[in-house]
Structure formats: structure tokens, C-alpha cells
């Protein structure tokens, strides 16, 4: 903190004799590795010769502060913490890795001698994240010669990295440094190494990191890797083939297209396949967007059709163009042709065509009888001018009036003028808003009339924030007041929030567990923030069982750990002990051993986080 603190004041001082005085301060800083990071923070706002004199010194404590002194201190720092405690530190800090953002913040100021001393210490770190992400620090500030040789002298180092993926990225850094003949042969390379990951959605994530630096010509290996994937159990969304074919797509070169589309072509399920040859458009010739225009005309999902007319429609020529609309028009799916399709293609065309789509798709969208997809249709809309808002605003009350019950009108109303307010000018955005708001109190679900309230919050004045506190007043449900209070909390005034809190905290202890509905991330998020103030820790425990996404229940163990009482202590810890997320159970152990009751379960619990952690 107080290396942080330093270099925010030098960057505003302006005296030779103060900027002096700040550097000198770096070396009252008692830690040594806090002060080589502040040191290393300080050189870009040092003149010379104090930048050299800092950068050698910075470097002097880089090359003397191997992994087994960082160790060391950091173990006489936790001399008084339990073995196992100082066990695990000593066994996660077995790297260089943390000496990498020390590195990388004085490259681009070191002298030749200097870079000298840090690729000698790259290229002998046994940690392969150092060696990488120092090593394209330091090309990234080379050319010509000296990068060709720094770059062909870290190939062998590089080659010596055994796990797959840092192999990888780390051979990559060096392509377009080395000479051609080394290139195409590291290139070759590469692709050897992923082709040898697993699992495959490994491979995907590794290819796509390094993609742009691999050459024109590696192009077909990489193909290669698409033709071998395994499709099966995936959805169209996570179809592997698909994924990699889009993230390649950009880097192909001409003569590979055909070999793309060849591949999108083989994929079995059609949806996959309709969007693959979309994803390569920007590159096909006339006869492939063609192809790729009947592939989505034969797709069976309306969305996905929908989906890959508009990432054609860019670049359609005519006559493709008005085939592409006339599919748009016939999609029967009205979410999908007024989201997606339709104003898809209205980013493709000039006045007055542009506006006669988007009447198309609110028309559409105002026929619909969902007010939730009726607001997301109009969401999706691209920027509009004010009379075309307008024709929204009047669609929007034609969608309510259809309504059977008054609930679902006072709803859709609501729903729909919240998704409008964000593109309205004022004065009209505030006269919408209070239509809105006025709309609120009739919607049957206390719920519903909540999440519209969050939706509105952040476009609402001072005077209409209190006005929709009111309609949170004459809630009936304890846990939906203290729900919509905490979600609106953000937007409040700083001289509101402390009010909002205390109600929060206030109404937690009246709402009762068979209020809760595990209806969304963002009802998660909210309930497990205030599970640890609840005062009925049974009550908390039954919510917290009822929290299907992972990390909001890590996050209401965590915060439920120091203030359970010993009876209630191991049911809770065995809801942490079930976390399949990794990161998630370590996290939560962590904190559990914190606050266990007693030190031979503290040992046990720091034990299971630290092999979680590593």
C-alpha cells in the first residue's frame, strides 16, 4: 500500500526535490518484495540518472529473489500460523510467476545491459508462466536483429515447457520474431502441441489465444484440428466444431476458404453447420453465401435461421439480398424474426428501406402477448429516431390493452416502457417513467413489480427514486420488500443508502423461508448476500441448499461462516465440502477454516482448501 500510495503522489508532483524525496521513500518500505514492486512502479516517473540507478536496482533484487528467498520470507511472516497453514503458502508459491508483473512494468525503460540480465533470467526460470508472459513483454519492445535473436534463443527454453497449453502460447510469442525459416518450422510445431491437448474444449480455448500469430500457412493444420474434434453430447451453442471454425474464420486466407466450408458442411447437426457458414460470410464469394443463405433457409430453428440471416445479411449481394428478406419475413417464430432477423438486416440498408424494417419489427413485436419478449424485441431494436420511438411507446400500450387481466396489463405496460425509457430525451423520458411507475402498484406479483422497479432505477430522478421507495412501502411481502430495497440500493442517493440498508436488514428478519423462489441470478445474488444477517441460522441453511448456482452459494457460505455457532457449523461445512466448482469449494474451505471451532478442524478443513486451491 504505501508503494501504490507513492506512485499515485509522484505522478502529481512537480519539483525535482520532491520526486527525490518520494524515490528515497521506496526504501523505507520494510518488505523486500513490496519494495522492488513499488520501485519497479516508480521508474516510468523518474528522471534520469535516478530511472537507471532504480532500474539496476530493481534488477539486482529480481535476480537475488529466487523463489526459495520469496519463500522463505514469506514463511518468517507466518512463523505464528499453524504448520499446515505455512505448508500450503510454501507449496503454492513454488514459482517465478510473481515476479512477472515487476518485470513487465520496467521493460519497455531497460538498457541493453539490462534487458541482457532479464532474459538470462527468464530463460532459466523453471516457471513456465514467468518465462512466457516476460518473454513477450520483452519482444514486445524489440525489432529487427535483437528481436530475431532473442526470439530464436528462446525456442529451446520454450521447447523444454511441459505442460501443453504454456508450450504453446509460448512458442507462439516467438512466430513473428524469429527468422521465415524458423517461423514456419515453430509453426508446424505448435500445432503439434495442441493437437495433443486435452480436453478438446482446452484445445479450443489455446487456439483461439494464439490464433493471431500463427501464419497464413498453418491455416490447413488448424482445419485439421476442426475435422478431428468430437461433436458429440454438445449443443449447437457449444458444438466444437462450430466454436473453432468461428474463432478461425477471421485469420483465413483465401485458399482456405473452401476447406472451411467444406468442414462447416460436414457438421451433422444442421444448426451448427447453417451457423459455421455464417460465421466464415465476410470471406465467401458469391456462389458460397449462396450456399450458406440456403443452408439457413433450411434450418429447422427459426432462432438459429434467424441467427445466421443476420450475420449474412452484410454481405448479401443482390439478388441474395432480397431472398435473405423474404426468409427474414416468412420466420413464423415472432421473437425470432422481430429480435433477430429483421432488424438484423436493418443494419444492412440505407433510408427509407432502413425504417420500413424497423416498423416491420415492432409491428411484429407489438403483436406479440408476452410482455417480457415484447421488451426484449424493442431492446434489441437498433438506435432510433424519436418518431419511430414514438410508434414503440403507442405499440407498447396496444400490447397492454390486449391484456385479459388488469395484473398482466399493469405488467406489460410497465415491462415494455421500462425497455423504452433508457433511448427517450427528456422531457419525455421522465412523463414515460411516471407512466410506469404509475403502472406498477396494479401488478398483481410483487415480484414482477420489483424487477421492473430495478430496471427503472438507474434512469430515475431524485424525486421519482422516492416516489418508487414508495411503492416498495406498500409491498405486503416482507422478502420482496427486502429483495427490490436491495437491488435498488446502488442507484440510491449516498444519503439514501444507509436508510435502504437498515430497512434491508430490517425486513430480513420478518420474510419467511417459503417465500423464496429460486427464480433467477439475480434473486441468487440478493438472497445470498443477506443470508448471513438472517438471526434463524436453520433458515439460513435451508436457503442456502436452495441456491442452485454455485458461486452465489459460495458467496452466502463464506459470508455465513463467522457467525455460525458450533451446532450449526458442520451441516454447513458439509454444503461447502459438496461444491463441485473447484475454485468454488476452495474458497469456501478457506473460509470455513477460518472460523473453525477448534483447531484440529481447522487443520483438517485448511487442509482440504489448500488441495482444492492447488
Not at 484440428?225 to 468461428?246: A, F, I
Not at 427474414?328 to 421473437?335: E, G, L, S, Y
Request: aromatic residues 6%; hydrophobic residues 45%.
Amino acid at each position: 500500500f504505501k508503494g501504490w500510495a507513492l506512485v499515485v503522489l509522484v505522478s502529481h508532483l512537480a519539483e525535482e526535490g520532491e520526486i527525490e524525496e518520494a524515490s528515497k521513500l521506496t526504501n523505507r518500505i520494510t518488505d523486500t518484495f513490496s519494495q522492488v514492486e513499488a520501485k519497479a512502479l516508480l521508474v516510468s516517473c523518474l528522471p534520469e540518472p535516478q530511472k537507471s540507478e532504480v532500474l539496476g536496482e530493481v534488477m539486482a533484487s529480481l535476480r537475488v529473489l529466487d523463489d526459495e528467498a520469496w519463500r522463505a520470507a514469506v514463511g518468517d511472516a507466518l512463523a505464528g500460523y499453524p504448520s499446515i497453514l505455512r505448508h500450503g503458502i510454501q507449496l503454492a508459491l513454488k514459482r517465478d510467476s510473481w515476479k512477472a508483473a515487476a518485470l513487465k512494468t520496467v521493460v519497455p525503460y531497460l538498457s541493453p545491459p539490462l534487458r541482457n540480465d532479464a532474459w538470462e533470467m527468464v530463460l532459466n526460470s523453471p516457471d513456465p508462466a514467468f518465462v512466457v508472459m516476460a518473454a513477450e513483454a520483452l519482444l514486445a519492445q524489440l525489432s529487427g536483429d535483437e528481436k530475431r535473436d532473442r526470439a530464436e534463443a528462446a525456442m529451446e527454453p520454450m521447447r523444454r515447457i511441459k505442460g501443453p497449453q504454456w508450450r504453446a502460447r509460448g512458442l507462439a510469442s516467438l512466430v513473428t520474431g524469429v527468422s521465415e525459416a524458423h517461423s514456419a518450422a515453430l509453426a508446424s510445431e505448435i500445432i503439434e502441441v495442441i493437437r495433443n491437448i486435452e480436453p478438446q474444449y482446452d484445445l479450443i480455448d489455446t487456439l483461439s489465444e494464439i490464433v493471431p500469430h500463427l501464419p497464413d500457412t498453418t491455416m490447413g493444420d488448424a482445419l485439421g484440428l476442426v475435422r478431428r474434434l468430437d461433436v458429440r453430447h454438445s449443443t449447437y451453442e457449444e458444438n466444437p466444431k462450430h466454436r473453432l471454425l468461428d474463432v478461425l474464420a477471421p485469420y483465413l486466407p483465401p485458399s482456405r476458404l473452401l476447406e472451411a466450408l467444406a468442414i462447416a458442411q460436414e457438421i451433422d447437426d444442421r444448426e451448427p453447420r447453417a451457423l459455421s457458414m455464417a460465421a466464415l460470410a465476410s470471406e465467401l464469394t458469391e456462389s458460397m453465401l449462396r450456399e450458406a443463405l440456403a443452408e439457413a433457409q433450411e434450418t429447422k430453428n427459426e432462432y438459429v435461421q434467424a441467427k445466421a440471416l443476420a450475420a449474412l445479411a452484410l454481405y448479401l449481394p443482390e439478388p441474395l439480398l432480397s431472398k435473405g428478406l423474404d426468409l427474414a419475413r416468412a420466420i413464423q417464430d415472432k421473437t425470432s424474426r422481430a429480435e433477430v432477423a429483421l432488424p438484423g438486416l436493418a443494419r444492412r440498408f440505407e433510408e427509407p428501406e432502413r425504417t420500413a424494417l424497423l416498423r416491420d419489427a415492432i409491428a411484429v413485436a407489438a403483436s406479440m402477448d408476452d410482455g417480457e419478449r415484447v421488451a426484449w424485441a424493442f431492446e434489441a431494436l437498433p438506435e432510433l429516431p424519436v418518431p419511430l420511438l414514438e410508434e414503440v411507446l403507442v405499440a407498447a400500450r396496444e400490447v397492454a390493452r390486449r391484456a385479459e387481466e388488469k395484473s398482466d396489463e399493469a405488467f406489460r405496460l410497465a415491462r415494455i416502457l421500462a425497455a423504452i425509457v433508457p433511448r427517450l430525451p427528456e422531457p419525455r423520458k421522465s412523463e414515460i417513467i411516471k407512466q410506469a411507475l404509475s403502472a406498477i402498484p396494479d401488478i398483481e406479483e410483487e415480484h414482477w413489480q420489483g424487477q421492473v422497479l430495478w430496471l427503472l432505477a438507474s434512469e430515475l430522478s431524485e424525486e421519482l427514486f422516492l416516489e418508487a421507495l414508495q411503492i416498495v412501502e406498500q409491498m405486503s411481502s416482507a422478502y420482496e420488500r427486502a429483495m427490490t430495497w436491495g437491488f435498488l440500493i446502488s442507484d440510491a442517493s449516498t444519503d439514501l443508502q444507509p436508510y435502504l440498508v437498515s430497512r434491508v436488514l430490517d425486513e430480513m428478519q420478518n420474510f419467511e423461508a417459503t417465500e423464496f423462489r429460486g427464480i433467477g441470478e439475480q434473486q441468487q445474488a440478493a438472497i445470498a448476500r443477506i443470508l448471513p444477517y438472517l438471526a434463524d441460522l436453520d433458515k439460513s441453511l435451508d436457503l442456502c441448499q436452495r441456491i442452485s448456482a454455485q458461486n452465489w452459494q459460495r458467496v452466502a457460505l463464506v459470508g455465513m461462516a463467522p457467525r455460525l455457532a458450533a451446532e450449526h457449523f458442520t451441516a454447513a461445512l458439509e454444503l461447502a465440502r459438496a461444491l463441485e466448482d473447484v475454485e468454488d469449494r476452495a474458497g469456501a474451505l478457506l473460509a470455513f477454516g477460518k472460523h473453525a471451532p477448534d483447531q484440529a478442524v481447522k487443520e483438517v478443513v485448511f487442509r482440504e482448501s489448500f488441495e482444492a486451491a492447488l
